[in-house]
Protein backbone atom coordinates (compact mmCIF):
# COMPACT_ATOMS: atom_id res chain seq x y z
CA UNK A 1 0.00 0.00 0.00
CA UNK A 2 1.31 3.44 -1.24
CA UNK A 3 1.13 5.77 2.16
CA UNK A 4 -0.42 3.63 4.28
CA UNK A 5 -2.17 5.26 7.16
CA UNK A 6 -2.48 8.29 5.69
CA UNK A 7 -5.64 9.53 3.89
CA UNK A 8 -5.50 12.85 3.60
CA UNK A 9 -2.38 14.78 1.41
CA UNK A 10 -1.47 18.25 1.14
CA UNK A 11 0.42 18.40 -1.95
CA UNK A 12 2.52 21.61 -3.14
CA UNK A 13 4.56 22.88 -5.60
CA UNK A 14 6.31 26.03 -5.71
CA UNK A 15 4.32 28.98 -7.19
CA UNK A 16 5.64 32.38 -8.36
CA UNK A 17 6.37 34.26 -11.12
CA UNK A 18 9.65 32.68 -11.49
CA UNK A 19 8.50 29.44 -11.62
CA UNK A 20 5.17 30.38 -14.01
CA UNK A 21 8.00 31.71 -16.17
CA UNK A 22 10.77 29.62 -16.14
CA UNK A 23 9.82 26.52 -14.14
CA UNK A 24 10.20 23.53 -16.88
CA UNK A 25 10.84 20.21 -14.29
CA UNK A 26 7.81 18.86 -12.59
CA UNK A 27 8.18 19.13 -8.31
CA UNK A 28 5.88 18.79 -5.78
CA UNK A 29 5.94 18.36 -2.08
CA UNK A 30 3.69 15.95 -0.42
CA UNK A 31 2.98 16.25 3.34
CA UNK A 32 0.74 14.67 5.94
CA UNK A 33 -2.33 16.95 7.11
CA UNK A 34 -0.32 17.98 10.37
CA UNK A 35 2.45 19.21 8.08
CA UNK A 36 5.09 16.18 8.24
CA UNK A 37 6.79 15.74 4.13
CA UNK A 38 5.90 12.13 3.28
CA UNK A 39 6.95 12.45 0.00
CA UNK A 40 8.52 14.26 -3.52
CA UNK A 41 7.25 13.93 -7.17
CA UNK A 42 10.11 14.99 -9.91
CA UNK A 43 11.14 13.96 -13.36
CA UNK A 44 12.73 11.20 -13.84
CA UNK A 45 16.23 11.54 -15.36
CA UNK A 46 17.13 14.98 -18.06
CA UNK A 47 14.22 16.49 -20.31
CA UNK A 48 16.66 17.08 -23.11
CA UNK A 49 16.84 20.36 -24.80
CA UNK A 50 13.66 20.43 -27.04
CA UNK A 51 11.37 19.16 -24.29
CA UNK A 52 13.03 21.60 -22.06
CA UNK A 53 11.83 24.15 -24.37
CA UNK A 54 8.25 23.09 -24.95
CA UNK A 55 7.99 23.30 -21.01
CA UNK A 56 7.86 26.64 -21.17
CA UNK A 57 5.23 27.21 -23.54
CA UNK A 58 1.71 26.20 -24.02
CA UNK A 59 2.79 22.95 -25.22
CA UNK A 60 4.05 21.80 -22.37
CA UNK A 61 1.08 19.37 -21.41
CA UNK A 62 1.84 17.85 -24.86
CA UNK A 63 4.94 16.80 -24.16
CA UNK A 64 6.03 13.29 -22.17
CA UNK A 65 6.44 13.31 -18.51
CA UNK A 66 8.51 10.46 -16.31
CA UNK A 67 8.07 10.79 -13.03
CA UNK A 68 8.43 9.33 -9.23
CA UNK A 69 6.58 9.72 -6.22
CA UNK A 70 9.29 9.06 -3.86
CA UNK A 71 9.53 8.83 -0.34
CA UNK A 72 13.22 9.38 1.17
CA UNK A 73 14.49 8.96 -2.19
CA UNK A 74 13.09 5.53 -2.65
CA UNK A 75 10.26 5.01 -5.60
CA UNK A 76 6.89 4.12 -4.43
CA UNK A 77 4.79 5.02 -7.85
CA UNK A 78 6.10 5.58 -11.53
CA UNK A 79 4.24 7.95 -13.47
CA UNK A 80 4.18 8.21 -17.44
CA UNK A 81 2.68 9.87 -19.88
CA UNK A 82 3.30 10.12 -23.22
CA UNK A 83 3.33 12.92 -25.59
CA UNK A 84 0.22 14.58 -26.61
CA UNK A 85 -2.41 13.50 -24.09
CA UNK A 86 -2.48 9.54 -23.91
CA UNK A 87 -4.29 8.18 -20.87
CA UNK A 88 -0.94 8.94 -17.96
CA UNK A 89 0.40 4.89 -17.11
CA UNK A 90 0.86 4.10 -13.25
CA UNK A 91 3.38 1.69 -12.13
CA UNK A 92 4.74 0.34 -8.46
CA UNK A 93 8.37 0.84 -7.93
CA UNK A 94 9.35 -2.31 -9.74
CA UNK A 95 7.82 -0.71 -12.70
CA UNK A 96 4.86 -3.80 -12.77
CA UNK A 97 1.69 -1.92 -14.18
CA UNK A 98 -0.54 -0.57 -11.60
CA UNK A 99 -3.34 0.87 -14.36
CA UNK A 100 -3.83 4.40 -15.68
CA UNK A 101 -5.72 7.26 -15.38
CA UNK A 102 -7.52 8.90 -18.28
CA UNK A 103 -8.93 12.70 -18.67
CA UNK A 104 -12.75 11.26 -19.61
CA UNK A 105 -14.49 14.99 -20.24
CA UNK A 106 -14.11 18.30 -17.98
CA UNK A 107 -12.82 16.86 -14.39
CA UNK A 108 -13.79 13.76 -14.91
CA UNK A 109 -10.70 11.66 -14.66
CA UNK A 110 -11.51 7.38 -15.22
CA UNK A 111 -8.97 4.87 -13.05
CA UNK A 112 -8.51 2.44 -15.53
CA UNK A 113 -6.76 -1.55 -14.61
CA UNK A 114 -3.70 -2.27 -16.79
CA UNK A 115 -5.87 -3.39 -19.53
CA UNK A 116 -7.01 0.10 -20.17
CA UNK A 117 -10.79 -0.89 -18.63
CA UNK A 118 -12.10 1.69 -16.13
CA UNK A 119 -12.68 0.30 -12.57
CA UNK A 120 -13.68 3.45 -11.14
CA UNK A 121 -13.86 7.48 -11.56
CA UNK A 122 -11.42 9.13 -9.52
CA UNK A 123 -14.66 11.50 -7.66
CA UNK A 124 -15.90 8.03 -6.15
CA UNK A 125 -12.65 7.19 -4.60
CA UNK A 126 -11.61 10.94 -3.13
CA UNK A 127 -11.99 14.38 -3.22
CA UNK A 128 -9.72 16.71 -4.48
CA UNK A 129 -9.29 20.71 -3.40
CA UNK A 130 -6.90 22.34 -6.02
CA UNK A 131 -5.12 25.73 -6.27
CA UNK A 132 -5.18 27.30 -2.52
CA UNK A 133 -2.13 29.92 -2.40
CA UNK A 134 -0.36 29.20 1.14
CA UNK A 135 3.32 29.45 2.48
CA UNK A 136 5.35 27.37 3.67
CA UNK A 137 8.91 27.46 5.08
CA UNK A 138 8.28 31.26 3.95
CA UNK A 139 7.87 30.45 0.37
CA UNK A 140 4.70 30.92 -1.85
CA UNK A 141 2.94 27.08 -3.01
CA UNK A 142 -0.15 26.53 -4.64
CA UNK A 143 -1.90 23.67 -2.58
CA UNK A 144 -4.37 21.00 -3.30
CA UNK A 145 -5.55 18.40 -1.11
CA UNK A 146 -6.44 14.95 -1.71
CA UNK A 147 -8.75 12.94 0.65
CA UNK A 148 -8.86 9.22 0.33
CA UNK A 149 -12.10 7.52 0.88
CA UNK A 150 -11.06 5.43 4.15
CA UNK A 151 -10.69 1.41 3.11
CA UNK A 152 -10.15 3.01 -0.56
CA UNK A 153 -8.26 -0.96 -1.65
CA UNK A 154 -5.33 -1.11 -4.07
CA UNK A 155 -4.74 -0.33 -6.77
CA UNK A 156 -7.24 2.27 -6.73
CA UNK A 157 -5.59 4.34 -3.50
CA UNK A 158 -2.71 4.32 -5.92
CA UNK A 159 -3.98 5.28 -8.76
CA UNK A 160 -5.79 8.28 -6.61
CA UNK A 161 -2.41 9.57 -5.22
CA UNK A 162 -1.10 9.69 -8.69
CA UNK A 163 -4.23 11.62 -10.31
CA UNK A 164 -3.70 14.03 -7.31
CA UNK A 165 0.61 14.37 -7.69
CA UNK A 166 0.10 14.69 -11.07
CA UNK A 167 -2.95 16.78 -11.47
CA UNK A 168 -1.18 19.03 -13.98
CA UNK A 169 0.07 16.54 -16.03
CA UNK A 170 -3.11 14.09 -16.21
CA UNK A 171 -5.25 17.57 -16.63
CA UNK A 172 -2.30 18.42 -19.82
CA UNK A 173 -1.30 21.67 -17.73
CA UNK A 174 2.00 20.17 -17.74
CA UNK A 175 4.42 22.48 -16.39
CA UNK A 176 3.18 25.82 -17.95
CA UNK A 177 0.76 27.43 -16.15
CA UNK A 178 -0.97 29.52 -18.38
CA UNK A 179 -1.25 26.96 -21.30
CA UNK A 180 -4.37 25.45 -19.80
CA UNK A 181 -7.16 28.26 -20.24
CA UNK A 182 -6.05 31.14 -18.71
CA UNK A 183 -3.42 32.16 -16.50
CA UNK A 184 -3.49 29.56 -13.09
CA UNK A 185 -4.74 31.80 -10.21
CA UNK A 186 -5.34 29.61 -7.40
CA UNK A 187 -7.42 30.95 -4.90
CA UNK A 188 -5.94 32.45 -1.61
CA UNK A 189 -6.36 30.61 1.73
Same mark, same amino acid.
Given at each position: ?????????????? !????????????????????????????????????????????????????????????????????? !??????????????????????????????????????????????????????????????????????????????????????????????????????????
Amino acid at each position: MILPGVDTLVIEQP !WGVGRHLFGSRYEVRVHAEGGEPLATVTDRGPLGPLRGLLRLTGFSGRTGFALALAHRGQPLLLIDKGR !WRPPTRVAGPDGAPLGAVRLEGRGAYGLLDPAGQRVALFHEVASFGAGAIAERDGKRVRRDVLRLRPGTPEPLRSLAIATAVAYDVVRGAGTNHTGSGGFDFPTPV
